[in-house]
């Protein structure tokens, strides 16, 4: 079993930044992929980014359409830490975001891939 726990939330004016960090218990984590959603209020979780385990030394990511070019994911294989940069906030950002695992490395967007969850950070965007 893995466990995730998020930290980094709060609240920021439209145009700031913050970063998130999810740190993951586990022998393997370099051997994971992992991957940030998050859920506004009244809506669906949604995909946001995804970074690959270890191939060939490098690690890969991706993003969600409205996240490209302002979001950043990031992980630290020795600490067991994932990171996701979040510049240009917009209020449509609001949302809690969750960081999740997938144990068999599926570098997937969909969250029914994802084998374990943490609890969340509400992220807060104010116009």
């Known amino acids: 079993q893995v466990q995730l726990v998020e930290s980094g939330g709060g609240l920021v004016q439209a145009g700031g930044s913050l970063r998130l960090s999810c740190a993951a218990s586990?022998?393997?984590?370099?051997?994971?992929?992992m991957a940030w959603f998050r859920q506004a209020p009244g809506k669906e979780r949604e995909f946001v980014a995804k970074?690959?385990?270890?191939?060939?030394?490098?690690?890969?990511?991706d993003y969600a359409d409205d996240v490209k070019g302002r979001f950043t994911i990031s992980r630290d294989n020795a600490q067991n830490t994932v990171f996701l940069e979040m510049s240009s906030l917009k209020p449509e950002d609001t949302a809690v975001y969750y960081c999740?695992?997938?144990?068999?490395?599926?570098?997937?967007?969909?969250?029914?891939?994802?084998?374990?969850w943490g609890k969340g950070t509400l992220v807060t965007v104010s116009s």
């Open positions: 999740a695992v997938s144990t068999t490395g599926l570098f997937s967007s969909n969250y029914y891939d994802m084998d374990y």
């Open positions: 970074v690959s385990r270890a191939i060939d030394s490098r690690h890969y990511a």
């Open positions: 586990g022998r393997s984590f370099s051997n994971y992929a």
